[in-house]
């Protein structure tokens, strides 16, 4: 790396981080953030968090239904308990330690993904490429980096402090380690994303393709085998499995978000909930096995896609699921040219990032409006991340038949 280059990166995080605990330096702005159900969900919310600490803290079971469900001064603490560890310790620390840690990881998360570029480009130096391609300057790791950092979706998820954050820290990490053929790291990092989110499990067979090791299949049971443990032994008890999974799955708590589940099940009879609940929950997995098998060549790319369609159809969505693949997203460059509808999905996400919050509060507060505005917007968002899906997919798809055949272009 050169000088001008490493004084570029050095630029780019102090001003990211400058940027965040500025804006943490008012605590009204930071703490409607908190609130937002566009950045926090049921089991991401630091409020909960805070609240399942202030349990655990005063020796309450934070997870006992019987002891803190019934309660009406608390909600649903849906929070893993690794995190409630670490929380339990952090905030016996400076106010201001919380902000710096977050921050932090903000731009730990870009150096990795900056990290991921270099090694994809490394890798594809190697492969056959367009002729018009030749000699094209790819993107380089450090713009990822700062488009990842100054993407308003990941500034305003950092300054929420949404715990979703720990869940994209560890794909990423998954992700390097396994490009750096280090199996059992990724697999670890693979198991803890799977335990503080559930859904990023379907992550594991694009990971299995870039390792060439299905033995690595081992090393990630037993590290989330390690943290069901170590999450009992912390507890004193297996509550946590379904205050956490048992909501991800069920969906218990109806609260609003970006997702296209909860006003569905706010509506639906409670004969079929059952069934539709299965459908929902699979076809959120169900699309793992065919990209895998489809981009068996591409599976950075194929990681990008699946974490586009956890963001979509996860039971809790949130804005910072889309900015982090949304950061994964600039590390394909190449296929950028055949992209069709860029102009159309920007304008989906601003239509709906300028919307969202009008719609909710004539909904909420003003109560001029009901839940089918708020639903409706999100309806909007979910339909531009699905072209983008689409776009990048059929970008990938067309760019691979391209190189095959030549002699088919224009």
């Known amino acids: 790396m050169s000088a001008a280059t490493s004084n570029k990166s050095k630029l780019i995080y102090i001003t990211a981080v400058a940027i965040r605990l500025a804006v943490f330096s008012f605590p009204s702005v930071s703490n409607a953030l908190v609130e937002r159900v566009e950045l926090s969900t049921p089991v991401t919310s630091f409020k909960r ?13 934070p997870y006992d239904g019987g002891a803190f469900h019934q309660a009406s001064i608390f909600r649903h603490i849906s929070i893993s308990p690794l995190l409630l560890c670490l929380f339990s310790f952090i905030m016996a620390l400076p106010a201001n330690t919380i902000p710096v840690l977050y921050c932090a990881l903000d731009v730990i998360i870009a150096y990795t993904l900056s ?26 790791p450090t713009t990822v980096a700062a488009l990842y950092l100054f993407n308003p979706l990941t500034i305003l998820s950092c300054i929420s402090k949404s715990t979703l954050i720990f869940t994209n820290l560890s794909i990423a990490m998954a ?3 396994a490009l750096k053929q280090k199996p059992q790291a990724s697999m670890f990092w693979a198991a803890l994303a799977s335990y503080l989110s559930f859904y990023p499990a379907m992550l594991i067979p694009a990971l299995l393709l870039i390792l060439k090791s299905p033995k690595s299949l081992v ?13 009992r032994l912390f507890i004193g008890s297996w509550d946590f499995i379904q205050a956490t999974y048992g909501i991800i799955i069920f969906l218990s708590d109806l609260t609003p978000n970006v997702g296209m589940f909860w006003y569905f099940f706010i509506e639906i009879f409670d004969q079929f909930r059952s069934f539709f609940m299965v459908v929902f929950q699979f076809h959120t997995f169900i699309f793992a096995a065919p ?24 039971s809790y969505p949130s804005a910072s699921d889309a900015a982090f693949y949304l950061g994964l997203v600039p590390i394909h460059d190449e296929l950028f040219k055949y992209c069709r509808y860029g102009f159309l999905v920007s304008n989906l996400f ?5 919307l969202a919050p009008i719609f909710w509060h004539l909904w909420i507060y003003a109560g001029s409006g009901n839940a089918n505005f708020f639903y409706a917007i ?30 088919s272009i224009e």
């Open 49 to 61: 968090l805070t609240e399942g600490v202030y349990l655990y803290n005063n020796n309450v079971p």
């Open 291 to 314: 990209i895998c098998i489809k981009l068996k060549n591409q599976p950075i790319f194929a990681i990008t896609i699946l974490c586009g369609i956890m963001a979509i159809f996860k």
């Open 378 to 407: 999100t309806l909007v968002y979910n339909l531009g991340q699905v072209l983008l899906l689409i776009d990048i997919v059929y970008a990938a798809l067309r760019r691979e038949y391209d190189i095959k055949h030549p002699e």
């Open 115 to 140: 990290r991921i570029t270099q090694l994809k480009q490394q890798a594809d130096s190697s492969k056959p490429v367009l002729q018009v391609e030749q000699g094209r300057s790819p993107i380089q």
């Open 350 to 354: 601003l239509y709906a990032s300028a």
């Open 219 to 231: 090393v990630f049971a037993g590290s989330l085998m390690s943290l069901f443990v170590f999450s």
């Open 175 to 177: 992700l390097l380690s």
